[in-house]
């Protein structure tokens, strides 16, 4: 993109206010930056993340706050809290070196064009349940083992009475596509459970469709995004080795179908987020146009990320503390010493008189 001139003075020419990226690639924010786009927003398509936290100047407390790509809470072991330790490690490595790979060569990528999806209003009619499995885009149902397809071929064949839809990235083979109208699918009443990976987006679509699920995380933060949607009691969470065990995953599904907290507590969870005092959408717009109306600002800018390592963590001050301390520690207990044992006494010859 870099190398498009014709790109470049076309996004020059239209003198942006505003540009909005997603940071977990310093593509987009390094083409605003060379587009001469005064103001930018950084939009996290994930969980919060300890590499943001970084970059904005916020504290990372890993002995209660769990990594972005962790399945721990907040009340962790002390086991749990040593892998939260190595995984922020490993995010900050892993980050650095896409990060600087990135500052060579800017890339952007686009979203797989959108097909027409008005056939899926009579595969939703067919049948008493409609039941959505969807992996995402990055792990691709097509490789997984065949174990887990032998799994879910099984389970496809002894509930005759539910049409399943599936994303399959190879030639459609039953009800199943390389490309699929999730969010609208999802937002039909006619669907009845979604199986999916727990990735963000799709996580994000469950809550506000108020749709029940059944959550196989498989990577990244998946497992937490699974545990934080569970806790509201519209999903069931299940390992990805599950796969490998028909039951369990068909138990989970006549559980989903029959048990009406599941539905009531997705439904309940939905409502919460759509009566928002002020909406997603109107609370973006906002900040859209205070980006636009005041550029960068150099006020929020953090001053720590100018200090040093000792100043940033108070080592200096630690150091006067504990001297101040050792100090008078040190007089006091010489005061209580000539206290204890009395004035000194000097020998004196006797006179004769």
Known sequence: VIENQNLLQRLKAEKFDVGIAEPASICGLGIFEVANIPASIAAWSLAHSEVLSKVIGEPNILSYVPGGFTGSGDRMSM???????????????????????????????????????????????????????????????????????????????????????????????????????????????????????????????????????????????????????????????????????PRKLADSLLAIFNVPRYPRSAKRLSEMLLSQPVSAKELVLRHCEFAARFGRLVNLDPYGRQLSFAQYYLIDIALIIVSALTGVTYIIWKLCRIKCTGAPHYWRPSTLE
């Not at 009579?122 to 792990?139: E, M, P, Q, T, Y």
């Not at 032998?150 to 390389?178: A, G, H, V």
């Open 79 to 245: 086991k749990e809290r040593l892998l939260n330790f190595v995984d922020f490690i490993h995010t900050q490595i892993l980050f650095k070196r896409l990060f600087e790979k990135e500052m060579a060569s800017f890339r952007r990528k686009f979203g797989p064009h959108f097909k027409n999806w008005e056939k899926w209003n009579a595969i939703l009619d067919k049948r008493n349940h409609s039941v959505l499995i969807s992996f995402g885009s990055l792990a691709k149902a097509m490789y997984m083992p065949d174990k887990y397809k032998e799994t879910l071929l099984r389970i496809f064949e002894s509930m005759p009475d539910t049409t399943f839809i599936m994303k399959y990235e190879e030639k459609e083979t039953l009800l199943n596509d390389s490309w699929l109208p999730q969010n609208a699918l999802l937002a039909d009443p006619r669907l009845t459970v979604f199986v999916t990976h727990a990735g963000l987006g799709s996580t994000t679509e469950l809550a506000h469709q108020g749709k029940p699920a059944i959550l196989i995380p498989l990577f990244g933060d998946q497992p937490r995004n699974a545990g934080m949607l569970a806790k509201h009691g519209g999903c069931i969470v299940l390992s990805k080795f599950d796969l490998e065990d």
